[in-house]
């Protein structure tokens, strides 16, 4: 149950924070009103008693917070280049839906009274604002040794709005644990990008058609 309440948290903040290519770094106040406002609509979220409404609030903070453009370059790296066109256009389609199958298919109903957000600390650098909050786990999750989350964040400016850079539980990073799973599909498909789009398309009609059972 802990290992679950963590990957739907990790999963859930990833996404609903962007992760972006960032310009400028933001000051702690920037930060604190950014990650104050997007952790509360995100336990909010959470909080929904009607699944399918919980979906769709979840789809809106997806599709308004996080840049899929970066995210889906960055999770590729050099082999992003090797797509054309219309395997980019695909791939991009894909890669939304991919996203979205993988928070839906973590466990969501579950009560957010007594899940509380609090930043705890927020450090400016040249580049970053680097920030540490804890969420409080609600009551049915908790145990002897698990009753808070400690998250990191790394914050930038882009454009007059507050991006994430990166998000960690732990040494845990939501980009990173996702390129390193796309990387070992493309050497599993021994680089050949045809073969990987095959595969991901198969890979989320799976996960689309698990979620509908």
């Known amino acids: 149950m802990k290992k679950s309440f963590l990957a739907t948290i990790l999963l859930c903040l990833g996404l609903c924070f962007s992760a972006v290519k960032c310009e400028s770094a933001v000051s702690e106040s920037q930060a604190r009103a950014f990650l104050n406002d997007t952790g509360q609509k995100l336990i909010e979220t959470l909080g929904l008693s009607d699944m399918q409404e ?29 797509l054309n066109k219309t395997q980019k256009k695909h791939y991009r389609a894909l890669f939304e839906r991919y996203l979205k199958s993988l ?24 580049k970053y604002a680097n920030a540490l909050a804890v969420v409080d786990v609600p009551p049915q999750f908790q145990r002897e040794n698990f009753q808070t989350v400690l998250l990191e964040f790394k914050l930038k400016e882009k454009n007059g709005k507050v991006f994430l850079v990166d998000f960690k539980i732990g040494e845990t990073s939501m980009l990173i644990t996702l390129r390193n799973r796309f990387l070992q599909m493309i050497k599993n498909d021994e680089e050949e990008m045809n073969w990987f789009l095959e595969d991901f398309e198969d890979l989320v009609l799976s996960n689309e058609r698990n979620l509908q059972q």
Do not use: N
Not at 59 to 80: I, R
Not at 104 to 123: A, D, N
């Open 103 to 126: 928070y839906k298919s973590y466990p969501l109903s579950f009560e957010t009274e007594g899940m509380g957000f609090e930043i705890k600390s927020v450090q400016i650098d040249d």
């Open 54 to 82: 919980k979906y769709d609030a979840l789809d809106d903070l997806f599709e308004t917070k996080v840049d899929l453009d970066y995210a889906s370059k960055f999770v590729l790296g050099q082999y992003y280049r090797r």
